[in-house]
C-alpha cells in the first residue's frame, strides 16, 4: 500500500489521498450500497490501512480494527477506495493544515477545499468516489462541502457511532457524509446510523426510511433566518444563495419568516474554549510510547516531549496549548466552566424557536465562499470561517450544506434541524437548486 503523495501525486487528483489500496475493500459483492465507492477520511478508522489523521505522528500507524461506521457500509456492498487528506487532527478550516500536503480544490486550483474534511469533499467533487466519510466537530463536513459544491450531512449528536474516529473533541465529533448525490448520501446515512453497542453515546431511536421523505412536500413548513447570521456574511454571493434558496422554498409552500439568535457572537468564543480542552485531554495519548513515531531520547520525559514537539503541528500544539490552559487551576471556572454553561444556552436559544412552531432553520454555510491558500494566515481570521456551522455542534443538532451556484463558484446554504427530526432537513433539500 503506497501512499497518495506517490501515487497521486498530480493535480487530476488534487492531493485529496493520502492512501490508496491495490484494489478497492469490498466484504459482499451485493448488497444495498452494491456498486457505491467510498472514500474514508483518515481519522476514521479502516483495518489494515494506515490511521494518520494528517499527521507525522501517527506516520507509520496502521489501524487494527474497522470503526463501525466502516463496517456498516462494508456490510452492504460499497466499495472503500481509499483514505482522504484532511487537517492534522481535525483541527483547520482550510485542509492547509495537514502534514502531507496542501489539498487543492477541483473547481478552482488557486483556492481552499476547505476543512477538516476536505480530502473527502475534494474527492466527491471531483468524481473520484461516489460517497466520503468525514468527521464534522465544528463544521469540517459542512464547510468543504460548500466550498466544493457537494451536500455535506452531519446528524443529530448520537446518530452514527463514533467508534473507531480518532478523538479530537469528543462532545462534538460525529460522522459525517458528502457526496455530490443526495440519494446516495441519504442511503448511507440509513445503513450507518443506529445504537452500537461500542459507542454509549449513540441514541437507541429508530432510523427512519428518509429515502422516502424525498417525495414528501415542504408546503407549511415554518423555516426561520436568523439575522444576525445574515449580518455576518462577508460576500454578497453568500447572501444571494440564501435569498435564492428563500425564494425556492416558498414556492414549494414553505413559509420563511425573520428570526433572532442574540447569542450568534458567543458562539465562537464558546466553541473554541471547548474544542481545545477537550483536544489537550483527548490528544495527551499521542506521546510517542505506545502507537505512532517515536523520537529517541534517553529518557522517557524527554522521548515525549521530542515525539510531540516533532510530530504535531503548530495548528495542533497551539490548539493543545490553548486547551491546557483554560483546564488549568485558577482558569477552569473562569473560561471552561463557563463556556459549557453558555453552551446550554445557546442550545436552548434554539430549542425556545423550535417549540414555537419553527420548523428548520435557513442560514449560510459559511461567510465567504471558497478563499485562496494563504489568505486567512492569521488563526483568528482562519477560525471566523465556522462562525455559523459552530453553534450546530454545540446545540447537537442535524445540519447539512447544500450547494448554490453563484457566478461561476459554489457557495453552500445549511439546514438546521430540532435533535432527531433529518427527515425535514433531506425533504426540503429537493427544492433547492443544485447546478
Same mark, same amino acid.
Given at each position: 500500500? @503506497?501512499?497518495?503523495?506517490?501515487?497521486?501525486?498530480?493535480?487530476?487528483? =488534487?492531493?485529496?489521498?493520502?492512501?490508496?489500496?491495490?484494489?478497492?475493500?469490498?466484504?459482499?459483492?451485493?448488497?444495498?450500497?452494491?456498486?457505491i465507492?467510498?472514500?474514508?477520511?483518515?481519522?476514521?478508522?479502516?483495518?489494515?490501512?494506515?490511521?494518520?489523521?494528517?499527521?507525522k505522528?501517527?506516520?507509520? =500507524?496502521?489501524?487494527?480494527?474497522?470503526a463501525?461506521?466502516?463496517?456498516q457500509?462494508l456490510?452492504?456492498?460499497?466499495?472503500?477506495?481509499?483514505?482522504?487528506?484532511?487537517d492534522?487532527?481535525?483541527?483547520?478550516?482550510?485542509?492547509?493544515?495537514?502534514?502531507?500536503?496542501?489539498?487543492?480544490?477541483p473547481?478552482?486550483?488557486?483556492?481552499?477545499?476547505?476543512?477538516?474534511?476536505?480530502?473527502?469533499?475534494?474527492?466527491?467533487a471531483?468524481?473520484?468516489?461516489?460517497?466520503?466519510?468525514?468527521?464534522?466537530?465544528?463544521?469540517?463536513?459542512?464547510?468543504?462541502?460548500?466550498?466544493?459544491?457537494?451536500?455535506?450531512? @452531519?446528524?443529530?449528536?448520537?446518530?452514527?457511532?463514533?467508534?473507531?474516529?480518532?478523538?479530537?473533541?469528543?462532545?462534538?465529533?460525529?460522522?459525517? *457524509?458528502?457526496?455530490?448525490?443526495?440519494? /446516495?448520501?441519504?442511503?448511507?446515512?440509513?445503513?450507518?446510523?443506529?445504537?452500537?453497542?461500542?459507542?454509549?453515546?449513540?441514541? !437507541?431511536?429508530?432510523?427512519?426510511?428518509?429515502?422516502?421523505d424525498?417525495?414528501?412536500?415542504?408546503?407549511?413548513?415554518?423555516i426561520?433566518?436568523?439575522?444576525?447570521?445574515?449580518?455576518? *456574511?462577508?460576500?454578497?454571493?453568500?447572501?444571494?444563495?440564501?435569498?435564492?434558496?428563500?425564494?425556492?422554498l416558498?414556492?414549494?409552500?414553505?413559509?420563511?419568516?425573520?428570526?433572532?439568535?442574540?447569542?450568534?457572537?458567543?458562539?465562537?468564543p464558546?466553541y473554541?474554549?471547548?474544542?481545545?480542552?477537550?483536544?489537550?485531554?483527548?490528544?495527551?495519548?499521542?506521546d510517542?510510547?505506545?502507537?505512532?513515531?517515536?523520537?529517541?531520547?534517553?529518557?522517557?520525559?524527554?522521548?515525549?516531549?521530542?515525539?510531540?514537539?516533532?510530530?504535531?503541528?503548530?495548528?495542533?500544539? !497551539?490548539?493543545?496549548?490553548?486547551?491546557?490552559?483554560? $483546564?488549568? @487551576?485558577?482558569y477552569?471556572?473562569?473560561?471552561f466552566?463557563?463556556?459549557? /454553561?453558555?453552551?446550554?444556552?445557546?442550545?436552548?436559544? =434554539?430549542?425556545?424557536?423550535?417549540?414555537?412552531?419553527?420548523? $428548520?432553520?435557513?442560514?449560510?454555510?459559511?461567510?465567504? !465562499?471558497?478563499?485562496?491558500?494563504?489568505?486567512?494566515?492569521?488563526?483568528?481570521?482562519?477560525?471566523?470561517?465556522?462562525?455559523?456551522?459552530?453553534?450546530?455542534?454545540?446545540?447537537? $443538532?442535524?445540519?447539512?450544506s447544500?450547494?448554490?451556484p453563484?457566478?461561476?463558484?459554489?457557495?453552500?446554504?445549511?439546514?438546521?434541524?430540532?435533535?432527531?427530526?433529518?427527515?425535514?432537513?433531506?425533504?426540503?433539500?429537493?427544492?433547492?437548486?443544485?447546478?
Amino acid at each position: 500500500m @503506497k501512499p497518495a503523495s506517490t501515487q497521486l501525486k498530480n493535480l487530476d487528483h =488534487f492531493n485529496a489521498f493520502l492512501h490508496v489500496p491495490n484494489e478497492p475493500l469490498v466484504s459482499l459483492s451485493s448488497g444495498r450500497l452494491a456498486g457505491i465507492t467510498v472514500a474514508v477520511k483518515d481519522n476514521i478508522a479502516v483495518e489494515g490501512m494506515p490511521l494518520t489523521c494528517g499527521s507525522k505522528l501517527l506516520g507509520n =500507524f496502521i489501524s487494527p480494527y474497522n470503526a463501525t461506521a466502516v463496517a456498516q457500509i462494508l456490510d452492504v456492498g460499497a466499495a472503500i477506495v481509499g483514505k482522504t487528506n484532511m487537517d492534522e487532527f481535525g483541527m483547520g478550516s482550510s485542509c492547509e493544515y495537514s502534514a502531507f500536503g496542501h489539498v487543492l480544490n477541483p473547481l478552482d486550483h488557486t483556492r481552499v477545499p476547505g476543512g477538516s474534511s476536505g480530502g473527502s469533499a475534494a474527492a466527491v467533487a471531483a468524481g473520484l468516489c461516489d460517497v466520503a466519510l468525514g468527521s464534522d466537530t465544528g463544521g469540517s463536513v459542512r464547510q468543504p462541502a460548500a466550498f466544493c459544491g457537494v451536500y455535506g450531512f @452531519k446528524p443529530t449528536y448520537g446518530r452514527i457511532s463514533r467508534y473507531g474516529l480518532v478523538a479530537f473533541a469528543s462532545s462534538l465529533d460525529q460522522v459525517g *457524509i458528502l457526496s455530490a448525490d443526495l440519494n /446516495k448520501l441519504i442511503e448511507v446515512a440509513e445503513n450507518i446510523c443506529g445504537y452500537d453497542i461500542n459507542d454509549n453515546t449513540t441514541s !437507541r431511536k429508530p432510523i427512519p426510511k428518509w429515502s422516502t421523505d424525498l417525495e414528501k412536500n415542504v408546503q407549511g413548513l415554518r423555516i426561520g433566518v436568523p439575522q444576525e447570521y445574515l449580518d455576518g *456574511i462577508e460576500e454578497k454571493e453568500c447572501r444571494q444563495v440564501v435569498d435564492n434558496a428563500i425564494e425556492q422554498l416558498k414556492a414549494g409552500g414553505a413559509t420563511c419568516e425573520s428570526i433572532s439568535l442574540p447569542l450568534t457572537p458567543h458562539v465562537l468564543p464558546t466553541y473554541y474554549i471547548i474544542n481545545t480542552a477537550e483536544a489537550s485531554s483527548n490528544l495527551s495519548r499521542f506521546d510517542g510510547g505506545r502507537f505512532g513515531n517515536r523520537t529517541p531520547a534517553n529518557r522517557f520525559h524527554d522521548m515525549v516531549t521530542a515525539s510531540r514537539d516533532h510530530g504535531f503541528g503548530e495548528e495542533v500544539k !497551539r490548539r493543545i496549548l490553548l486547551g491546557t490552559y483554560v $483546564l488549568s @487551576k485558577g482558569y477552569y471556572d473562569q473560561y471552561f466552566d463557563k463556556a459549557t /454553561k453558555v453552551r446550554m444556552l445557546i442550545r436552548n436559544e =434554539f430549542m425556545h424557536h423550535f417549540s414555537d412552531g419553527i420548523d $428548520l432553520l435557513l442560514t449560510p454555510t459559511t461567510p465567504t !465562499r471558497a478563499f485562496r491558500f494563504g489568505e486567512k494566515s492569521k488563526p483568528l481570521t482562519m477560525y471566523g470561517s465556522d462562525r455559523f456551522t459552530a453553534a450546530a455542534s454545540l446545540a447537537g $443538532l442535524p445540519a447539512i450544506s447544500v450547494p448554490m451556484p453563484v457566478d461561476g463558484l459554489l457557495a453552500g446554504v445549511q439546514l438546521i434541524a430540532p435533535h432527531f427530526r433529518e427527515d425535514l432537513i433531506f425533504r426540503s433539500c429537493r427544492y433547492l437548486s443544485y447546478y
